[in-house]
């Protein structure tokens, strides 16, 4: 069974706390999301890092019940 929105949004936030994530169903089929991650944690770390972040808060669900995540990810501006 696919992970929910709600179930992703709130592994992320655990485990990259103070983060702001936005989910968005890209085929409409609960099965296919996109992610949008702003962390404090991100800042003066490579893209490739922020998204080892990101997975590494899913717990090891990518590539299991959850294998279809596009991430943007971003630092806080303000």
């Not at 929105?5 to 890209?26: H, R, Y």
């Not at 609960?30 to 717990?59: C, I, N, T």
Request: glycine share 12%; charged share 20%.
């Amino acid at each position: 069974m696919p992970m929910s929105a709600n179930e992703i949004e709130t592994m992320i936030k655990a485990g990259l706390p103070g983060s702001e994530v936005e989910m968005t169903d890209l085929a409409g089929d609960g099965d296919h999301w996109a992610a949008k991650v702003v962390a404090p944690q991100f800042a003066g770390k490579s893209r490739v890092q922020q998204h080892k972040m990101v997975y590494e808060s899913l717990g090891g669900k990518m590539g299991g019940v959850l294998h279809a995540l596009q991430l943007t990810t971003a630092v806080p501006t303000s």
